[in-house]
């Protein structure tokens, strides 16, 4: 009756060995989250547009891989425009692999600027490597340019062209 349970054993060891890195990625967002939620503070003589829109697009990154494949992002941005046409807030993707048809990289940054050049940075966690990132770049419309290095310092610049447009502009 021992032999049963051992293949059960062993299959609980890989389901909680399979959850490490899930939880690298939580712990991760949570501590973002924790730190964003102090973005968006409203005064009483501005007006603000507020959007929530979610994208499709293909990306590519430069620096640590040869591969030549797109990853398809799927995302949501959320933005706060302002009377004078500040973009202020925050964006969340997650890159897919095509080669291997799995999710490869997870993504959460705090934007600010105008429609055709909104700053961006942020934090994330790249399964494929296994470590966590460190990003910076410019969103403009349906596109976006970073750069990034992970938590083993290996730099790489990506390109990205997405279905997003321009943050809404307040009309007064």
């Known amino acids: ?44 003589d501005e007006v603000y547009r507020d959007e929530t829109r979610a994208y499709v697009g293909f990306q590519w990154i430069f620096g640590y891989t040869s591969d030549a494949m797109p990853r398809v992002i799927l995302g949501i941005r959320q933005t ?21 048809f799995r999710p490869d990289a997870i993504r959460i940054s705090y934007l600010e600027g105008k429609c055709n050049a909104i700053g ?36 790489a610049v990506g390109f990205e062209l997405n279905t997003q447009d321009c943050a809404g502009k307040v009309i007064i």
């Open 1 to 44: 009756m021992r032999n049963f349970f051992r293949p059960v054993r062993g299959l609980r060891r890989k389901i909680l060995g399979g959850l490490m890195p899930s939880s690298k990625i939580l712990s991760s967002l949570f501590f973002v989250v924790l730190i964003m939620t102090g973005i968006y503070s409203a005064k009483a």
């Open 80 to 100: 706060r425009t302002r009377t004078n046409d500040v973009v202020t807030g925050g964006d969340l993707s997650l890159a897919l692999n095509l080669d291997k």
């Open 120 to 155: 961006q940075y942020g934090l994330g966690y790249s399964l494929e490597k296994q470590a966590n990132l460190f990003f910076l770049g410019v969103v403009g419309p349906y596109s976006k340019v970073f750069a990034e290095i992970d938590s083993g310092k290996n730099p």
